[in-house]
């Protein structure tokens, strides 16, 4: 019976072919019907026919068969359905052959414009249900069929009487119900269609699949209309479903489908993993899996899934790539590197990638590798801003600020002409960090600025350009302003902490500077030569020569500087240099 009910004529198209799908022939694709492999016909008697006529009447109808499916393996569609609608009108008490030569006679017209020759095959259709339904006996679901060939003509009374018959004589079928719901639908009456469906969610004791059949009718209904009127049913539908614990796999995912469609993420992945346990070779599951799992923000039973889906499918680059993608955003970009990697020697062409593994790389301290990432991707692919952005972060990195200013000019200019959106206050941010790093000031604080204007609140942009005057000692207070604002974002970073103890010992103020920078000192994570420099230097202005003795050697210890050298041996101040780019 129909998995689902589509809206419109098409639907009803489609929907029919479901049906005949599951009550065709028995090896129909292969072979004539035979009595041995047919249900008798629908008659109180049990035995088969065998007077002259009867007999005569199914050596007729299995010719026609034969006949049917050799015009059909030759694709002369018109002629097969010719065939099939001989083969059922000899033998109408043969329901199976009946309901699959209905679905097929319309089947072949299904792709085509309506014409002449669509109407004629379409009344064909109800001429030989309304012939196999006066055979005394006749089932539900052949007025169902009944019902449907009716809507198709556009006769709605008769399509709403055959579907009350199909309803009253097999009332644990959906078929009946679906049709007719489908009619009041498509008349505009949504509350009628939603009753009959009702009235098939009160059936006693109704399998799975009845259930799962019922619920995608009222989501399709839902998609037709208003989702929220039906969503209760449906997933009513779908628990009770759920609850019989169905292990077939097709209605497993169904069922599965149906959660997801609705929204229940929880069920659905319940659903899922029961199919998967059964058939673990499923990678559209999988992928279903991951997908639902990343929904959940639950990165670790999605990893796993992905994982699973890699070993199953490990030439899928797509799978390779989000692996990827996860690890790096999971802060394992050593891991990372390794799956993007493997993405570009599978899809070569995809220009992502390269940007991807470069990023991981830079992250995983290989910068060198990095910028040998992306001169592949620059001789394979046109010159791009990501790729010049990119290099410009390789060559921070590598401490060549020349380098770097050089290709974040050339990115902003490329984003000038053609990407404007990409001008953002990061980049302008980066921007303003080389031309710091070139000793270039001015330009420096411009494009800080330019930062700022896009982001005041932007922590970042806000510390930096406060470092870089106290460090010149220029507009002081204004500095002072922006890190304090900085820090109340984040007031245990120790980089801003720093920095506000800078501020104020350029200030002339080593008292206010002291408890910031011993904050910062205990705050950060591992030992700073510049922050002991700036420590010495604050002792030194409040007359404590041994502690600022011992800050500088702790500075030279981390990291040696001539500059800091020359303090010890003189006990005076100096002014220690910016912090490395990126550590502020």
Known sequence: MPSRILIGLAGLVSAIFMVAGCSSVPGSRSSTPSSSSTPAKNSSANSVDYSPSA????????????????????EEFERAADEYFRAAM????????????????????????????????????????????????????????????????????????????????MP????????????????????????????????????????????????????????????????????????????????????????AALGETDLAIDAYKRLIERMPGLTSVRDKLVELYLRKQDRTNATIHLRALIR?????????????????????????????????????????????????QMN??????????????????????????????????LKDYTNSLKYLTSAEVMARASATNRLTHTFYFQLGSAYE??????????????????SPDFAEALNYLGYMWAERGENLEEARAMIEKALKMEPKNAAFLDSLGWVFFKLGKPREALAPTLKAIELNEEPDATLFDHLGDIYAALNKPEKAHEAWQKSIAIEPNEKVRSKLKNGGNSNSKPPAAGSR
């Open 55 to 74: 007999v005569k009447a199914r050596t007729e109808s299995h010719a026609h068969y034969a006949m049917a499916i050799l015009h059909e393996q030759n």
């Open 90 to 169: 000899a033998d109408p008490g043969n329901e199976q052959l009946v309901l699959e030569a209905s679905g097929r006679m319309i089947r072949f017209r299904q792709s085509e414009k309506p014409d002449d020759k669509s109407a004629e095959q379409r009344n064909k259709v109800v001429e030989l249900l309304r012939k196999a339904t006066s055979v005394p006996g006749a089932s539900g679901l052949l007025y169902a069929r009944l019902g449907l060939a009716y809507s198709m003509v556009g006769k709605k009374e008769q399509a709403i009487e055959a579907n009350r018959q199909a309803i009253k004589r």
């Open 172 to 259: 644990g079928s959906l078929a009946g119900y679906q049709y007719l719901a489908q009619i009041y639908l498509q008349g505009g009456q949504t509350e009628e269609g939603l009753k009959v469906l009702d009235e098939a969610a009160k059936q006693p004791k109704p399998d799975a699949g009845f259930l799962v059949d019922l619920g995608e009718t009222y989501v399709a209904f839902g998609r037709a209309g208003s989702m929220d009127t039906v969503r209760a049913r449906a997933l009513d539908a779908f628990k009770r479903a759920a609850a019989q614990k169905p292990s077939n796999a097709l209605l497993l995912q169904r069922l599965a489908d149906g959660f």
């Open 312 to 360: 199953e499918a490990p030439a899928n680059p797509q799978s390779q790539y989000l692996l990827g993608s996860m690890l790096f955003e999971d802060k394992q970009p050593k891991e990372a590197v390794d799956a993007f990697r493997r993405t570009i020697l599978l899809s070569p062409n995809f220009e992502p990638a390269y940007y991807d593994l470069a990023a991981a």
């Open 364 to 397: 995983s301290e290989q910068a060198g590798d990095a910028l040998e990432t992306l001169e592949k991707a620059r001789k394979k692919f046109q010159t791009s801003f990501v790729g010049e952005f990119y290099t410009a972060l390789a060559y921070s990195r």
């Open 437 to 454: 790093r070139n000793q270039k000031f001015k330009e420096a604080e411009g494009y800080f600025r330019k930062s700022l204007e896009l």
